[in-house]
């Protein structure tokens, strides 16, 4: 708003406020679960009132083409493509292209999605998808909630797990020392690829689209798989095991975090093709492209520990075992898989058995011996 006054500034943000906190007013959008959270964050407004997302019709309506708001545009309007016009936002090009055509493009991203919500509206009630939709409508608050509390972050036991972490670390990299040499850096990829093609004389595996040898992660598990004529190569199986904690800790340990140390991730409800929910990182709150927290649907086992619930609060973890898989043997139709479920079999062990045709036995002497790993290489070894 640098053309406003601080004063005519504040009476559009409370105009702003009184039409979106409106009950009786429909709000039309694209993925407006974003908008809500940017406008909470940022001037603590929360939307209210009926919510029409073009975005989520039409991800019901076609799960697997872009939901981008210039798709939606050329598919269900005449407007032409005017995308572009938006994409630059700097001093040096307004002052050349001046503000106009900036205003003009906020208005067509505020306009179009009206036009597309009529025809857009018709087609999911057409293709009885209208429950779906207001069903995740539905789930709105409750994900605003979520990327609003955050989780508790123990930050003594974070520091515990970070201090673990750089120990693991740094036995690594001296035990691949001790084999390769000081002078390989396992983090270097042009050090990797001499000392792996050129020093120790193994075939290169070539990336397919530059057609250049490379180190990258299957490489890496092919070198430490090894082949009829060649066996396991432990200082790729080191390089690997170094490239997965520092992934853990850059990932996790070393997030950056909300100044209260809430853990915190930004849900999209029409995040995946199948309609499932997905999580990222959120952008942050004093602007720029730096975003901050992390997914917080999926946190893995080893970060859970420093996770802790409020006080007052326990966590629950609820799950219905295997509830996907009885789902699909009743759809199916399938015996094998109905029978197993009506005499409280283990899917698992059953498939093991039709797969291998070993004895049940086995199988679980094999599981107890690996101790429930599903690492390949681990198995083999």
């Known amino acids: 708003f640098t053309e406003f006054t601080a004063e005519r500034e504040l009476q559009l943000w409370r105009e702003m406020m009184y039409l979106l906190t409106d009950e009786s007013v429909i709000k039309v959008g694209q993925n407006?679960?974003?908008?809500?959270l940017f406008t909470w964050q940022k001037q603590h407004i929360m939307t209210r009132g009926p919510i029409r997302d073009i975005m989520l019709a039409h991800h019901f309506l076609y799960p697997d083409r872009l939901k981008k708001l210039a798709v939606t545009t050329s598919m269900y309007t005449d407007e032409p493509y005017y995308k572009d016009e938006g994409k630059v936002w700097t001093e040096r090009t307004l002052a050349k292209e001046?503000?106009?055509?900036?205003w003009r493009y906020n208005c067509k991203d505020a306009v179009v999605p009206f036009e597309i919500w009529d025809a857009i509206y018709s087609d999911l009630v057409a293709d009885g998808l209208l429950d779906i939709y207001n069903h995740t409508i539905r789930c709105f608050p409750s994900l605003m909630f979520m990327m609003q509390r955050g989780l508790r972050l123990n930050t003594t036991a974070k520091d515990i797990l970070d201090c673990e972490l750089t120990e693991q670390l740094t036995q690594m990299r001296k035990q691949f020392a001790d084999i390769a040499g000081p002078d390989i850096n396992p983090a270097s990829n042009p050090q990797l690829i001499e000392y792996f093609y050129i020093k120790r004389k193994i075939t290169p595996y070539s990336n397919r689209r530059t057609g250049q040898p490379t180190i990258d992660d299957k490489a890496l598990a092919r070198l430490a798989k090894g082949i009829k004529s060649r066996q396991p190569i432990l200082e790729a199986r080191?390089?690997?095991?170094?490239?997965?904690?520092?992934?853990l800790k850059q990932?996790?340990?070393n997030a950056n975090l909300h100044n209260d140390n809430r853990?915190?991730?930004?849900?999209?409800?029409v995040g995946t093709k199948n309609t499932r929910f997905s999580c990222s990182k959120m952008l942050h709150q004093g602007g720029g492209?730096?975003?901050i927290g992390m997914n917080t649907q999926n946190i893995p086992a080893f970060y859970r520990r420093v996770i802790i619930p409020d006080d007052g609060y326990i966590f629950i973890e609820p799950d219905k075992v295997q509830a996907e898989w009885v789902v699909v043997a009743y759809v199916c139709g399938d015996a094998?898989?109905?029978?197993i479920v009506e005499n409280n079999l283990d899917a698992h062990v059953e498939t093991?058995?039709?797969v291998t045709r070993l004895p049940e036995d086995f199988i679980l002497a094999e599981h107890k011996l690996v101790k429930g790993s599903r690492d390949p290489l681990y198995i083999e070894e």
Do not use: W
Request: glycine content about 4%.
């Open 263 to 269: 853990v915190r991730g930004a849900f999209n409800p």
């Open 98 to 102: 001046g503000r106009e055509q900036r």
């Open 336 to 339: 094998h898989m109905i029978h």
């Open 238 to 247: 080191i390089v690997q095991s170094i490239r997965h904690v520092s992934k």
């Open 32 to 36: 407006l679960i974003f908008d809500i």
């Open 251 to 253: 990932t996790y340990v």
């Open 289 to 291: 492209k730096k975003r």
């Open 352 to 354: 093991a058995k039709a």
